[in-house]
Nanobody, 120 residues
Framework: QVQLVESGGGLVQPGESLRLSCAAS????????MGWYRQAPGKQRELVAA???????KYADSVKDRFTISRDNAKNTVTLQMNSLQPEDTALYYC??????????????WGQGTQVTVSS
């Protein structure tokens, strides 16, 4: 019914930038918070950044001042601009959204994940 499709991951060197995008589609009535999580090997999935429909944002301390989250409510998309990437940012990044579908059920949805690798 609802799909979240991510794009933009890849391999970069330390100090470089990447931009992740996520598009929600399907039987969408409304979208609440959207965000990005990441999971490194052997670690728990953690929140990277989140944004409300009104544009309020929240960031993990480790990415503040380096990452910027934004969204386009008209296009049902969320973007994560990642600057000054470091090896510790290496992880599988997941898009996340709270969505109310057209049958008025509210649930949390996840994308399939996109790999970000930072290595020299």
């Amino acid at each position: 019914q609802v799909q979240l499709v991510e794009s933009g991951g890849g391999l970069v060197q330390p100090g470089e930038s990447l931009r992740l995008s996520c598009a929600a589609s399907g039987s969408i009535f409304s979208i609440y918070a959207m965000g990005w999580y990441r999971q490194a090997p052997g670690k728990q999935r953690e929140l990277v950044a989140a944004i409300t429909p009104g544009g309020s944002t929240k960031y993990a301390d480790s990415v503040k001042d380096r990452f910027t989250i934004s969204r386009d409510n008209a296009k049902n998309t969320v973007t994560l601009q990642m600057n000054s990437l470091q090896p510790e940012d290496t992880a599988l990044y997941y898009c996340n959204a709270e969505i109310r579908t057209t049958n008025l059920v509210r649930d949390t949805y996840w994308g399939q994940g996109t790999q970000v690798t930072v290595s020299s």
